[in-house]
Every structure is written in structure tokens, then in C-alpha cells.
């Protein structure tokens, strides 16, 4: 009896294994076996035959999906792969716009080498001392530009020109007055936090620029309630809704704690003053 070539690699090796063990009944086993030896000797290959289909060999192959097939979810429906190509299009467009939040405390300490290297080399312009009352005079003019960074914990949502063009004002005002009556803004996907906790001004003044950042801050100060939700604001990466959850002003340090920067800004717009006056 004779089995048609199978296709899978299961079927073969159990038709070879049958076409054998038939034509092994079929032969005349020699005379010196029991007839309980030769049952067992079929008993034997009929379990192995067995063992051998519980735990195919073929289980163990390497699987021949290429190796970047499984780094990715198959989506379950068109809708699901036209979401996720277009929310990963937007984190690639975004990425290129503004940095991580390591990026951001590395941008902080360079920036804020760099002022104080400023302020020290505004010394060789002049060598002229003001009088402590010109100085005085000086620093309450100009104390807010000495205040230390805000910190704050808040909430924001972001409305981007990439999803709405040149509606995203529009859409976030829209947003905004929906939100009074209790509806929750939902924004769009981006590679900012839906939340940041204890974050200083100047930090997320390097995540969308430190014009936006100064008027998040305005914002604060100016309202007798912290608000939730405020704005619109725009910035680099689109128009923000934000919830401020906690917001500590910063401190105006003490004229001596400060002087010789102070000092130094006074020799530097005096140079200013005297240069604009020729």
C-alpha cells in the first residue's frame, strides 16, 4: 500500500513511518522471534512514531518572518495602521522642533554658563564705578531681570499647525470655551508631556521657547485663581492650553547678593548710553 506525497512536513514523515511499518507487517519476520517480541517491536515504533508527532522537530525551526516583522503590532483594521502612520509622521516632524527633557537640562546649564560669561566680559568695557545711588537707582529699575526662575507643576495640551494648519488658534480657543462648561481639551500628539511637575521657567522655556514660557508665567501672576484651563498660547510647536496645578514666583535676590553682576550691566549700558549720545 502506497501513501500520495503529502505537502507538509508532518504528513511525510507519518507516511514514510506507515508505508514502513506496513511493509514490516507484511514481511516474514524470522522464525526465532516470539510472536510477543515482534508486537512489541511494532508497539515500540507505533509510540515513537507518537512521541515524534507530539513534539515535531519542524517546531523548532527558525521561523522565517524577516527579524523587523516582529518589532511591530499588527493593526487590527486600515484605521488603526492610517492612526499610527500619521501619529508617527507627527512625532518625526515634531522631533526636529524641539528637544528631549535631557537635551533641555543640558541646554539650561550651557545657557546659563553663558550668561555669566557674558556678564564677567561686560567688565572690560568701562572701569567706571556708579555710586550706590546710582546703583541703587540701577537695580530697581531693572530687578525683574534678576528675579530667579519661576517653578510650577501643570497640565497642557497642544493644538499643532502639522494637524490643523492654520486652524489650530481657532480649534484651541474653541477648546478653551468648551472647557468652561467641563469638557475635558484633548489636544494632539507630540513629543511634550501631557504633564511636568516642579518645572522651572527657563526649562520650559527650551521646550517651547522662552516667549511662550513668559506669558504661561504673566498668566499665573496676573490671575487671582491659578487657572485650568488657560490661554491660548502659541509657541514653536503650536497653540497651548495649559492647567496650572502649582506655581511658586520666583524670589528677587538682594542687592548684594547680586551686585557685581548688577555692576557689571550698569558699566555696559553706561558704555550703551555714552556710545548714543555721540
Known sequence: MACTQPVSPAPVILSRFLNNDLRLRAALLPPMLSTRTQALIVGTGLAAC???????????????EPPWLARYDQPDSIDDLQ????????????????????????????RSLEDRLTHLTRTITTRAEPSAAELGNFYQRHREAYREAAHMSLRQVVYTSAVHGGMALATAQKALEASRDGSQP??????????????????????????????????????????CWGGPISSSVGVHLVCIERFALGAVPHLNDVRTQVINDWRHAAVEQAADSH
Request: hydrophobic fraction near 40%.
Open 83 to 110: 492612526r499610527s502612520l500619521e501619529h508617527q509622521l507627527l512625532d518625526d516632524q515634531v522631533s526636529d522642533h524641539f528637544p528631549s527633557l535631557e537635551q533641555v537640562d543640558q541646554q539650561v546649564a550651557e
Open 50 to 64: 507518537g512521541l515524534w508527532l507530539i513534539n515535531p522537530p519542524w517546531l523548532d525551526a527558525p521561523s522565517t
Open 186 to 227: 484633548i489636544g494632539d500628539n507630540s513629543r511634550l508631556a501631557s504633564h511636568y511637575n516642579n518645572l522651572s521657567s527657563l526649562a520650559l522655556g527650551d521646550l517651547i521657547g522662552m516667549d511662550a514660557s513668559g506669558k504661561i508665567v504673566a498668566l499665573a501672576r496676573k490671575s487671582t485663581e491659578l487657572p
